[in-house]
């Protein structure tokens, strides 16, 4: 066999060291540097090139991250240090006690610090590495034996083959958390269903059943990333004193850290920080199960040690369960102000997240088919935050005999018209128009009512249930024909009451024109697009006579909104209502002409994540709509600023990664009176 000529090595090498570099870039740092077209000429000329001469090929060589050859079964490995389990906690006596059985157990007078960092609900892994190349992943196992997994594990982008930086120890162990990103997992499961696949149950199992896969082809697909938490041991003069300088050192060598990881000083700020977490625990982009708490000082580690195969030096915080099962009862059909029939989980009472549910949206009927669900079912249910409550699951082992189909209802439950499907659409609905058909008509008076429409003070849910079924109003104009007879004789409404509800209808046909496009309640239009048809066709006629092709021009609309408006436009009783709207006395100012081009924030991009206190995210969003700024649902290296309130999770993460210009709430507020909005209402 020919030599390998000296150029052809080079190049090999400095197109691993390129992938290597590209790969830290885009699955750590989340800020690629090059097109993903110009990676995978990259690869794609280290793979000829190692398939010509094999003796190029080496095991940390990015090529090797596509999947090898299939095992008959998983070696077995014998961890040097045990992965321990921890204790567990659930409340701030808790931690007090055993950060005083901490301090107890150490010399009198010593200072403690404490490291706090999310509990990834993932998969521990334990990572060898031997003159900075991956030589050998673990599994956990009992603690003692695990399995080797390492022809999987270099299929993930997120763990380094070979280490970058310099000054690492010739061997060393690395543990972290292997796991699946939210966002990843909806997308692969979009993608198995239209393949006709099985989708992954949950993020946990699918990381899981991913890793242990004798065909690492199979775990190259599937979307999984790291963090690293901690140090397992070393060999070598790396004699690091604490945990921080254990991950900044891992950081600073190409592991992902999670950026959430915090030193504080007492169980006070132990307690704030795991209240903290929790009120971001739905905006991470992650499951975490709860928080884990180190003594932060390794020697005091050590002094510390462990008692049955417990470490007393950590402890983990568990947050309330956020997976529960119980018993499916009953599926119910509701209806929207669109006409969308939604079918609703009604469950067995159980404890999950926090609260006690009843209920768990199912989507539409393609959901309950991917489930492959039945009334009486045994199921899994998911809550994360204050998301609604779902089904994640069927568990078929528990499936009573009496359990039975779910079918979609021929007619609407609310009015009794026939259901349809349009081709193309996976929701329902119901055939008969919102003045026809109750449910629709509550719903879309709802709307019209809500704040971001004609923000009418005092007309509440249950006074538009009973207006509904009094057949006192049938569409909004019917609204601002109420008498005060008639508001005074419902439920729980006196004459004062009925007073104030008419102040309040009138006051209210004062609005503005995106106000007003937004109430009518047409499908596909948000308040943004709301805005940007009153700006370009400025007069309602203009926009009752817009062709689609007009609408097309519009910013934000595209082919299938062009459809909902022009379709709304040409319906006889939509235009009858509109006109009873004007006869009533609605009215708006005129629209000035605007060119979106000179307002103030065009062409920028923002984001806004966490809690906004003073404004509502639906406020804000408004507001930077008219100065003319597009506001987006995820950052990238497009956006240009990002608001930040509390709880401001993965979003403020990549921001921070990309280096872009982040503002607090006041800080927003002033760019918005800066440009002459007024937020003080």
């Not at 990015?62 to 014998?78: D, I, N």
């Not at 690293?228 to 690091?240: F, H, I, K, R, V």
């Not at 109750?438 to 538009?464: M, T, V, Y």
Request: one cysteine or more; a negative charge; hydrophobic letters at 40%.
């Amino acid at each position: 066999m020919a030599k390998v000529s000296q150029d052809i090595t080079r190049e090999a090498q400095f197109l691993r060291d390129s992938l290597n570099h590209h790969n830290h870039r885009y699955h750590v740092l989340d800020d690629p540097e090059i097109a993903d077209a110009e990676y995978d000429a990259l690869f794609d000329r280290l793979r000829s090139l190692e398939q010509a001469h094999p003796e190029l090929l080496s095991d940390d060589s990015p090529t090797q991250r596509v999947g090898a050859s299939a095992l008959s079964e998983f070696s077995k490995v014998t961890h040097v240090l045990p992965m321990l389990s921890l204790d567990k906690s659930t409340s701030a006596q808790d931690i007090n006690d055993w950060v005083k059985r901490c301090a107890g157990r150490l010399p009198a007078g010593a200072q403690v610090t404490y490291t706090c960092e999310p509990k990834i609900d993932g998969v521990a892994i334990a990572l060898t590495y031997e003159d900075g190349v991956l030589v050998q992943a673990a599994t956990r196992g009992d603690g003692q034996i695990g399995e080797n997994i390492l022809a999987n594990v270099r299929t993930i982008g997120a763990i380094p083959l070979t280490l970058i930086g310099q000054n690492f120890p010739k061997k060393f162990e690395v543990r972290g958390e292997i796991y699946i990103s939210l966002e990843d997992f909806d997308a692969f499961n979009v993608r198995a269903l239209e393949k006709g696949a099985k989708p992954l149950i949950n993020p946990r199992n699918g990381a899981a059943g991913s890793l242990r896969q004798l065909d690492s082809k199979v775990t190259a697909s599937r979307p999984l990333t790291m963090f690293c938490y901690s140090l397992g041991w070393t060999e070598g003069d790396w004699a690091p004193v604490s945990q921080m300088e254990v991950l900044t050192a891992l950081e600073g060598w190409g592991f992902r850290i999670n950026p959430l990881v915090e030193v504080v000083a007492d169980s006070e700020g132990c307690m704030a920080y795991i209240d903290n977490l929790l009120q971001q625990r739905s905006s991470l982009g992650y499951e975490i199960d709860g928080v884990v708490v180190k003594v932060n000082s390794l020697e005091q580690q050590n002094l510390l040690g462990a008692v049955t195969r417990k470490p007393r030096w950590a402890i983990a915080y568990k947050y309330p369960a956020e997976e529960a099962t119980t018993q499916l009862l009953n599926v119910e059909f509701q209806v929207g102000r669109t006409g969308a029939i939604t079918p609703v989980a009604r469950l067995a009472p159980v404890f999950v997240g926090g609260v006690t549910v009843t209920n768990a949206t199912l989507h539409n009927m393609d959901e309950i088919s991917r489930l492959g669900l039945h009334v009486g079912d045994r199921v899994m249910i998911r809550r994360a935050g204050d998301v609604i409550p779902q089904v994640a699951s069927v568990i078929l082992s528990q499936r009573p005999g009496d359990a039975y189909a779910i079918e979609l209802p021929t007619q609407c439950p609310s009015c009794g018209s026939p259901i349809h499907r349009p081709d193309g659409e996976v929701v329902a609905r119901c055939s008969a128009s919102r003045n026809y058909c109750p449910a629709q008509r509550k719903e879309s008076l709802r709307h019209f009512a809500s704040r971001l429409a004609f923000d009418i003070d005092g007309l509440g849910d249950k006074i538009i249930e009973q207006l509904v079924v009094e057949d006192l109003v049938k569409d909004p104009a019917d609204l601002f024909q109420l008498e005060a007879e008639q508001i005074s004789g419902l439920e729980r409404m006196g004459q004062k009451s009925a007073e104030n509800l008419l102040n309040a209808l009138e006051k209210a046909k004062q609005t503005t024109f995106p106000r007003f496009i937004y109430s009518l309640g047409i499908r596909e239009v948000g308040e943004a697009t709301a805005l940007s048809l009153a700006q370009y066709f400025q007069t309602l006629q203009g926009l009752r006579e817009a062709t689609k092709e007009s609408l097309e021009c519009v910013d934000d609309v595209g082919p299938v909104v062009a459809d909902s408006l022009f379709e709304y436009f040409q319906g006889e009783e939509n235009l009858a209502v509109i006109a009873r709207l004007e006869a009533c006395g609605v009215q708006w100012p005129s629209m000035p002409a605007v060119d979106v081009q000179t307002l103030p924030l065009a062409g920028e991009v923002w984001v806004l994540t966490g809690t906004l206190e003073l404004l509502s995210r639906n406020e804000a969003k408004a507001h930077l709509v008219t100065l003319g700024a597009k506001v987006a649902g995820s950052v990238s290296a497009k956006t240009t600023k990002v608001v930040a309130g509390p709880g401001a999770g993965s979003k403020l993460e990549k921001a921070q990664q990309l280096e872009l210009v982040i503002l607090e709430e006041s800080e927003l507020i002033s760019v918005l009176k800066e440009h002459g909005v007024d937020v003080s209402g």
